[in-house]
C-alpha cells in the first residue's frame, strides 16, 4: 500500500475547480482594503478580520518598514535563544497593559499562541471544558497537551453557550481535580458572545480557571475595544486572556496575558514558542502602531460597532436567518451544503466575496456564508453587499 494512495484518491477539490464552484483559495491581486482584485475583477471584500482597517493604515506600514530599516526581516531564532527582540518585550508589557494583566507573551501566530499555551498549562489527568464552537486551534492546544500527557488530559466538550451544560459537566467531576474552562470571546463562525458573566460565576464555584479567546473580540466588542470583558462592564473575569494580531490588529501573531507567574511557566514550556522562529519586526513594530490607534482613536472600533449594528437589521429586514449574530461577524445561515456554494457563487459573480463555512467548522446541517464586516467598509459599499445578498437569496428561494 502506498501511503499516497489518499492523494490520488482525492478528487472533489478538482472536481470542483472544474465546476467552477471552487471557492477556496482564491489569490488576491491587489487589496485596497474593503475592495481587492480577484480573478481579474474588483469586489467588495466581506470576508476579512481586517476589523479595523488598520493593516492599510499609513502609519501601521510606516511602522513595518522603519523595523525593517532597522532590525532587518526576520528573528532568525526561537524566542527562548537567539529570537527575542526587546521589540517583543515592549510590545507585551504595552499587550499587558492594553488588556489590564500583569504579563503577556508574544507568539508567531494567534493558532501558535492557543497552540502553546494550553498544551503548556494542561497537564496530566487534568480537566479541560471547551465549547463545541471553540476554534480549531483551542482543540489542536487540547490535543498536542493530550500526546504529551500521554493521553491523559480529560477533555471534556459542552454544548455551545450554555452555561447550564458547563455546569452539568463541571458538577459530574471530582472536585479536588484542576479544572480549566476554554471558550472563544466572539464566536469566530457565528460571531455571537460568551455568556461569560453567567460562565465565570461556574467556574469560580467549580474552582476551575477560566482561559478566553479574544482574537475576534479585541478591537470589536466593550467600549474601547476591549473585548468580551469590557462589553459585559465586567472586571478581568478570565484568568488566561488570548488573542491574535490577524484580525483587529492587522498583522500576523498573537498573545497571551495573565498573571506573571503564569506567564512565565508557558514561556518556559510551550513547545510552540520554544520551536519556532519569533515574530519579524515588521509585525512587532506594526502591532505597536495599530495598538496605538487603538488605544487613542476609538472612532474606528465605533464605527465598526455601528457598521454591525446596521447590517443585523438590514439582514434580518431582508428576512434573512443570522442566528443571534451580534457582533461584525454575520452568518447567513443557509444549511445545505449545495445551495450554500451556489449562494457563495452567485455573491461572487456579483461582486461580493464572503467565506462559505461548511461542516467541520460549523456543524453538519448548518452551512454557512460567513461575511464580516470592517469600519472601512463605505455605507454605498454595505449597500451594495445588502443589494447583491437579497438578489441571490431570492434566486435560490432563501428569503
Ligand atoms: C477564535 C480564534 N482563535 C485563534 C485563531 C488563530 O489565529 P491566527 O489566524 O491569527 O493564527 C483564530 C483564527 O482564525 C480564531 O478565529
Known sequence: MDIFEKCYGFKEAQ?????????????IEENWGSKVQMKGREVIMCGSNNYLGLAQDPRVQEAAKRAIDKYGTTCSGSRLINGTFALHEELEHRLAGFVGRESALCFTTGYLANLGSISAILGRKEHVLSDRYNHASIVDGIMLSTGLSGGSIKFHRYQHNNPAALEKVLSSLPPDEAKMVVTDGVFSMEGDIVKLPELKQIAEKHNARVYLDEAHALGVIGK???????HYGLGNSA???????????????????????????????????????SMPPPMIASVMATLEIMETEPKHTLRLQSIAKTM????KALGFDVGVAETPIIPLIIGDNEKTFTFWKVLFDNGVYANPVVSPAVPPDRSIIRTSYMAIHTDEELDQVLEICKKAGKQLGII
Do not use: Q, W
Open 15 to 27: 472536481a470542483a475547480r472544474e465546476s467552477g464552484y471552487y471557492p477556496y483559495f482564491i489569490p
Open 224 to 230: 474601547t475595544g476591549r473585548g468580551t470583558e469590557e
Open 239 to 277: 484568568d488566561l486572556l488570548m488573542g491574535t494580531f490577524s484580525k483587529s490588529f492587522g498583522g500576523i501573531g498573537g498573545f497571551v496575558a495573565g498573571d506573571e507567574v503564569v506567564i512565565d511557566y508557558i514561556k518556559h514550556f510551550a513547545r510552540p514558542l520554544i520551536f519556532t522562529a
Open 312 to 315: 443585523v437589521r438590514e439582514f
